[in-house]
């Protein structure tokens, strides 16, 4: 798989974590060191809240849902993995290549980035499907995209997948047909990074550089803001189950945090060296983040960090079922 390479040339005249990137080219292409410096503030080594970490992935009482996540466990690249919510359980879904995997809302399939041929020794970063269980796997659209196709998130009617696509344009994957067209606001083309949308499929979020932008679905209706905090650039903003919150991560060229918007509140939820993604549980009380090669999960005010990764394994990108 040739993601980094395709990721490291998108990226080339970019600022790494301005542009969402910096996690993959780490990733895929420098390995677990330069993973660790990336992902982190080198001024604070050790993971988000180290002293009240619980090291064992142990958390009293049940807790709903699954997660998928990217991993290297077979020493040759990111396969798609899933887990229960406490950290047993773990199965490996695919055997060729992938990162970023979403679950669709009714938690049957998975989409996730991955490198598709379309020529001699030419590749693009496109989006491709399977089912929960890792079976029946095709690409998204039936031709290849011309750009790369980052990011996917699901309808909450499994109609459409929203996708990041290179340069900085934002597009609608039609699941039945594979047609991809970009995201219209009054008409006008969208331009943004990590889109998704909001449980009851009318609005749709997404990164406007150092805000959160927030529209109605249809493309009707005016463009909202939440600036972000200071100096960070906005990645991954997700609206939580109940449709009142959304959590995101603040990046600079530094250090990476997540954070919780709600009523025009910015509330810190972790700090120093958290990845760049997070996800909410479905009851909405419990949220999956990586830090330094590990997925962590905490309750959805930042207490009881648990640790749900083997200390020997490099898992990445938790996504919660819905």
Same mark, same amino acid.
């Given at each position: ?17 301005? $542009? ?269 983040? $990586? ?20 200390? $020997? ?10």
């Amino acid at each position: 798989m040739n993601i980094s390479r395709h990721i490291g040339t998108l990226v080339a005249n970019r600022r790494h974590r301005q $542009e969402g990137f910096s996690r993959y080219l780490t990733l895929f292409g420098a390995g677990l060191l330069a993973m660790t410096a990336a992902c982190g503030d080198t001024d604070s080594p050790q993971a988000p809240g180290e002293e009240s970490v619980t090291e064992l992935a142990v958390t009293p009482g049940p807790l709903p849902g699954r997660i998928a996540f990217s991993s290297i466990r077979n020493g040759v690249g990111h396969d798609i993995y899933v887990m229960n919510a406490d950290g047993s359980g773990v199965i490996r879904l695919t055997t060729s290549r992938g990162v970023a995997p979403a679950w669709s809302y009714d938690n049957k399939k998975i989409a996730y980035m991955a490198d598709r041929p379309v020529g001699p020794n030419k590749v693009v970063v496109d989006i491709f499907v399977i089912d929960a269980n890792g079976a029946n796997g095709h690409w998204a659209s039936p031709t290849p995209s011309p750009v790369n196709l980052i990011h996917p998130t699901w309808s909450p009617d499994g109609s459409r997948i929203l996708v990041w696509a290179q340069p900085n344009n934002l597009m609608s994957l039609d699941v039945a047909t594979g047609a991809l067209t970009p995201l219209k606001l009054g008409g006008q083309d969208v331009k943004g990074r990590f889109p998704s949308f909001d449980p009851t499929g009318q609005k749709i979020v997404f990164s406007a550089g150092s805000s959160l932008a927030v529209m109605n679905a249809d493309g009707t209706g005016t463009l909202s803001t939440i600036p972000g905090p200071s100096g960070a650039t906005v990645e991954h903003p997700r609206f939580s189950p109940d449709g009142q919150k959304i959590l995101f991560t603040a990046a600079t060229s530094r250090h990476t945090a997540l954070y919780v918007a709600s009523q025009g509140t910015l509330t810190l939820l972790a700090d120093h060296g958290v990845g760049h993604r997070a996800s909410w549980a479905p009851d909405g009380k419990h949220i999956a983040f $990586e830090s330094k090669g590990k997925i962590y999960q905490m309750n959805a005010d930042g207490t009881r960090r648990t640790r749900l990764s083997a200390p $020997e394994v490099l898992d990445e990108e938790p996504a919660y079922t819905h």
